[in-house]
């Protein structure tokens, strides 16, 4: 069952008989119809995931590597290799079904919702859940869930530019040729109820192959990068493959185990590690997000996160309360101001057409306060015995609206409210009247009160005009509101400041009413107010230019607001961009992280948008850029942990041979799925679960194009890998100078290189801070993983039965313990290094 609607629909007041249908009527129609899905999402993709698992290299190297063990005679190697395959599917399959999992989660909750009569109640529930014959009820800014037939409509038509092409509305009732609503079209204006004729596949939509509310993701910088990166380590690995092959040919003349030595090239190369943490990361990232109450429509919008330049914010709801509160009213007859917020505040009759101009039953503060108040002041109340004869809905640029009433004595009334300019365009007051007002408003901006125009007109019509710009109004005032700032905004700006990001005010108030808003909750305002019209003036070139010095932007509207976003990206800046009207949906698709919000959004805003805010609450983003942050930090040091193991190891296999040693097959497949299976859990879910660095809300956004492979991010890891490659080589050429057994050093060196890798997961926690402060950090997994490879590492040392296995031999605690020596020394170098930066930072800071 939905969630239960407790407002009541206002346009249909009159008509709330709707019974809709049954519980039992529901699931009859689900039985005999199906869902309303255009996919098959009961389709498990388990054996997709499996298949994917199949093809991997690692996979393809294991399972020949295991038949060539067999081929030699030497089954027990071969079912170890077998058992192998099985770990490494088993945790790719973990972690593949644990992002799936996130993802399908956070699907499920960004679906969009509907309203529907249900046991005569109207109740909100995901548009998947609707079914035939349901009676739905549709209203501006919604997407259309499901084909229905018009059962009653109010001024309403709908954008089907997605079946049609036609960019224009249509307007539609019951008395239309063909009054029919299509699932996926967009309401425009009014609202109605309909009666459910087609769902999922068989929806005008479905039947084209469409899919509503389907994001069609592209692959992100990073993938890009990673998706190269593995490819050309594939290729890398191939050509060692068959170098290693065919030199271990020509010396030994034995074509299987030569075979097998290449193999082991080939998977010391693969970093199938990097994709799988990638994937792991960005889906478990989107997972935390909802537990910060933000819906992540894609877990790829995690990755820009912590890159955001620059966010764009509304006023209304988003810096301030959403409460508007009516404060004062204007009478422009009269000259009079009233101050509601004075012990007795009198009854005005710009209060009385401002409440006509209104809904009966309001959802919007402003208007539920011109109720509050028209309810305390009206000598008669006059609501109940009132009707609605037309309804012009909110249009124009700026934008107003006009109802038409007739009260219970059979006066007409035409009451008209909204932006001042777009009333008094429709008057016939001369420019100094018209200056005289805007004298006032300017007096109530300062103030920083919203305010809107009111007015009426003539009641004496044959007909009413088809649009409301046909009428002419007589001004009759201004009604002042004040929202007041939230609580913590001032906080939330701060954290965005400190973090490197700017932030910029895109409204619809009027400039000074911005200015004294931003003035209270303490933004950073730089250069002039811009308002929509000269956004629109200026050249591309210019707007550009302008965009960097100026953080106000007043008197806005849709395409003003979409032109700043271009803008702010043709800068090079990553825009972070809230909203929550239809009109705000082109510039969320257009940013680069759009943040809709989940209480009083618009469904086609969220549908636009790449995050949403489940509670409206602003505080969240500056924790949701730290997430953002925290995740390409663990990602950064995964990927260079990865790389910095992968080097000893490809080394150490191919050195011996290209150096002509006595002992040329230091590592066997068998030591190296060994690493293998304890490097993957150690990227992808220990340093996942690593905490955000002291110092990283305090440093500015990386920028975008960053790369994790380029030479500056790599060549650390490269230092680290070969430091880990000479200590492990050094003391096994030792050995074997001192007349060791091949068992002997092969345990020494295969020792050694475990413990470089504890070390160096120890190590690569922080690039900055040091291993004595990052050993505190709070990792619960830390000490499991590294706890498990010690007991492993024990027992291929000293259980005889896995000693075999591995070609090991009995050391003397003396070894164990020059290994331990040699691995400190080849990695915690790097805590010199880790000092020195901090001394040079702490340097750069005192000057």
């Known amino acids: 069952m ?90 790719s399959l973990f972690q593949e079904n644990k992002s799936r999992s996130a993802v399908n989660a956070l699907k ?100 084209v192959g469409a899919s509503i509310g389907k994001v069609v993701q592209t692959k992100t910088p990073l993938q890009i990068q990673i998706k190269r990166f593995v490819r050309s380590m594939v290729i890398v690995g191939a050509i060692a493959f068959l170098m290693v092959w065919v030199i271990n040919y020509l010396i030994s ?29 960005m889906a478990l990232g989107a997972y935390h997000l909802y537990k910060k109450k933000i819906i992540s429509r894609s877990p790829y919008t995690v990755e820009t996160l912590g890159a955001a330049t620059v966010i764009c914010t509304d006023k209304t709801g988003t810096l301030t309360e959403n409460k508007m509160e009516l404060r004062a009213i204007f009478e422009h007859r009269t000259g009079r101001t009233v101050d509601l917020t004075k012990s007795s505040p009198v009854f005005s009759p710009v209060l ?44 124009g640029t700026p934008p107003i609206m006009t109802h038409v009433f007739k009260k219970q004595n059979g006066q007409t009334v035409i009451a008209v409210k909204g932006s001042v300019e777009g009333v008094l365009n429709q008057t016939k007051l001369n420019s100094e009247e018209k200056a005289l007002l805007f004298k006032k408003v300017n007096e109530f901006s300062s103030q920083g009160y919203r305010i809107l125009g009111v007015g009426k007109a003539s009641a004496v019509h044959e007909k009413l005009p088809e649009s409301q710009s046909e009428l002419t109004y007589e001004f009759l005032g201004l009604l002042a509101f004040y929202d007041p700032p939230k609580a913590n905004i001032s906080t939330v700006l701060n954290a965005f400041y400190e973090a490197g990001i700017d932030v910029k005010v895109i409204t619809g108030d009027y400039a000074k009413t911005a200015v004294a808003i931003a003035n209270q909750v303490g933004l950073k305002t730089k250069g002039h ?17 302008e965009v960097k010095d100026v953080s106000i932007f007043a008197r806005m509207f849709p395409e003003a607001k979409l032109r700043v976003v271009e803008a702010l990206k043709a800068n090079g800046e990553i825009v972070a961009m809230t909203g929550d009207g239809v009109n705000d949906a082109p510039a969320l698709k257009s940013a680069h ?167 160096l997961t120890l190590a690569n926690r922080s690039f900055y801070y040091s291993v004595l402060q990052t050993i505190r950090y709070p990792n619960k997994l830390m000490p499991l993983i590294l706890g498990a490879s010690l007991v492993v590492l024990v027992i291929a040392l000293l259980v005889a039965p896995v000693r075999a296995v591995f070609e090991f031999e009995t050391i003397p605690f003396e070894l164990i313990v020059y290994a331990l020596l040699a691995a400190f020394a080849g990695v915690f170098w790097l805590e010199i290094l880790k000092y020195w930066r901090r001394r040079t930072s702490q340097d750069t800071t005192a000057h």
């Open 2 to 91: 939905g969630k239960k609607v407790t407002w009541v629909f206002n346009r249909f007041s009159k008509n709330m008989d709707y019974q809709g249908l049954s519980d039992q009527e529901v699931a009859e129609s689900k039985l005999a119809f199906g869902a309303n899905e255009t996919e098959n999402r009961t389709k498990s993709t388990i054996w997709l995931a499996l298949l994917n698992v199949i093809l991997e290299p690692l996979f393809i190297i294991l399972v020949f590597a295991a038949i060539i063990y067999f081929l030699l005679g030497e089954s027990t190697e071969g079912i170890i290799m077998l058992v192998a395959l099985g770990l490494v599917s088993g945790i």
């Open 108 to 207: 499920l909750l960004s679906s969009p919702q509907a309203k529907v009569f249900r046991n005569g109640e109207v109740v909100s529930l995901p548009t998947e859940e609707i079914v035939m014959n349901d009676l739905i009820l549709v209203e501006d800014g919604n997407l259309i869930p499901a084909d229905g037939k018009i059962v009653e409509a109010h001024d309403f038509s709908v954008n089907e530019s997605i079946l049609t092409g036609e960019s224009l509305a249509v307007f539609k009732d019951t008395t239309s040729e063909r009054p029919l609503i299509y699932q996926g079209t967009m309401v425009d204006t009014g609202s109605c109820v309909a009666e459910v004729c087609a769902i999922g596949g068989n929806t005008a939509l479905g039947k």
């Open 253 to 281: 003349r034995d074509l299987l185990n030569a075979l097998l030595q290449g193999l082991t090239l080939a998977m010391s190369v693969l970093p199938e590690e990097i994709p799988v943490a990638f994937s792991t990361f």
């Open 352 to 395: 009385e057409y401002g409440l006509w101009a209104s809904e009966i039953l309001p959802f919007d503060p402003m208007e539920k306060s011109i109720h509050h108040f028209y309810a305390m002041l009206a000598a008669v109340d006059e609501r109940a015995g009132a009707k609605m004869i037309h309804e012009y809905p909110l249009a």
């Open 529 to 545: 107010v811009v308002t929509g019209d000269s956004v629109m003036a200026l050249s591309q070139e210019e707007l550009v230019r």
């Open 593 to 759: 992280i759009g943040i809709a919000m989940g209480q009083r959004g618009s469904e086609v805003a969220k549908m636009a948008a790449d995050l949403v805010l489940m509670d409206d609450d602003l505080s969240h983003m500056p924790e949701a850029i730290a997430l953002g942050r925290r995740i390409y930090e663990n990602l950064k040091k995964a990927i260079r942990y990865i790389i910095s193991i992968h080097i000893p190891i490809i080394l150490i296999v191919l050195l011996p041979l290209v150096l002509g040693w006595d002992l040329i097959n230091l590592f066997s497949p068998i030591h190296v799925i060994f690493l293998e299976l304890i490097m993957g859990p150690t990227c992808s879910i220990v340093f996942e679960n690593e905490p955000l660095e002291a110092n990283s809300m305090q440093q500015p956004p990386r920028k975008m194009s960053d790369s994790f492979f380029s030479f500056k991010e790599l060549s650390l890891s490269v230092v680290q890998g070969i430091a880990i490659t000479v200590v492990c080589l050094s003391l096994g050429y030792v050995l074997m100078q001192q007349g060791e057994s091949d068992e002997t050093v092969r345990t020494v060196v295969f020792t050694t290189l475990v413990f470089c890798n504890l070390f």
